[in-house]
T-cell receptor, first 114, second 112 residues
Framework: EPEVTQTPSHQVTQMGQEVILRCVPISNHLYFYWYRQILGQKVEFLVS????????KSEIFDDQFSVERPDGSNFTLKIRSTKLEDSAMYFC????????????FGPGTRLLVL | SQQGEEDPQALSIQEGENATMNCSYKTSINNLQWYRQNSGRGLVHLIL?????REKHSGRLRVTLDTSKKSSSLLITASRAADTASYFC????????????FGKGTLLTVNP
């Protein structure tokens, strides 16, 4: 069964450093998402991406964040200058074409900013 | 406003018993989805119910949706220790982005 994959599974970084989180969505999907979950809290929407551009972003997704789909398979989330409060689990998700349907989530990247 | 609020926040039952979790939301939705998360792990999709559906079954799972009350319930029958996890409802609302809004989740513990 196709699945969303994410790398790395864990990342530890120093405050102020740049991190890139990588995702490979399901191959025929068209909608891509990043969500995050701070420890013990609910999953929060960050950004949606469709047709090679951001279609919606949340208040959390400020200028420090960016997304890219550099080729036909990868979908990346970059945090330019990490803050302590960026420590969280980051999930990538993808959805197929058509009206509302299942979003498939990757296993997540646990980011720890020291 | 907060979308997708589950209750109870935590539920502890014995193996073999049924577990019921509830979710309320505030805005109109396209569909409501339930996900499961084992401690510190990824989100596993369980079931999706569309706004024009009232009930859906999948194995030991039964989901109901009452759009007039803006609420949903997830019933897990004949629970097993392996069902121990956090369960989240997520609503997909109007618009073309299909983003999900998650609730805070119910932590289910099934004791052997």
């Amino acid at each position: 069964e196709p699945e969303v994959t994410q790398t790395p599974s864990h990342q530890v970084t120093q405050m102020g450093q740049e991190v890139i989180l990588r995702c490979v969505p399901i191959s025929n999907h068209l909608y891509f998402y990043w969500y995050r979950q701070i420890l013990g809290q609910k999953v929060e929407f960050l950004v949606s991406f469709y047709n090679n551009e951001i279609s919606e972003k949340s208040e959390i997704f400020d200028d420090q964040f960016s997304v890219e789909r550099p080729d036909g398979s990868n979908f990346t989330l970059k945090i330019r200058s990490t803050k302590l409060e960026d420590s969280a689990m980051y999930f990538c998700a993808s959805k197929g074409a058509g009206l509302s349907g299942i979003q498939y989530f990757g296993p997540g990247t646990r980011l720890l900013v020291l | 406003s907060q979308q997708g609020e589950e209750d109870p926040q935590a539920l502890s039952i014995q193996e073999g018993e049924n577990a019921t979790m509830n979710c309320s939301y505030k805005t109109s939705i396209n569909n409501l989805q339930w996900y499961r998360q084992n401690s510190g792990r990824g989100l596993v999709h369980l079931i999706l119910i569309r706004s024009n559906e009232r009930e859906k079954h999948s194995g030991r799972l039964r989901v109901t949706l009452d759009t007039s009350k803006k609420s949903s319930s997830l019933l897990i029958t004949a629970s097993r220790a392996a069902d121990t996890a956090s369960y989240f409802c997520a609503t997909e609302s109007g618009g073309s982005n299909y983003k999900l809004t998650f609730g805070k989740g119910t932590l289910l513990t099934v004791n052997p």
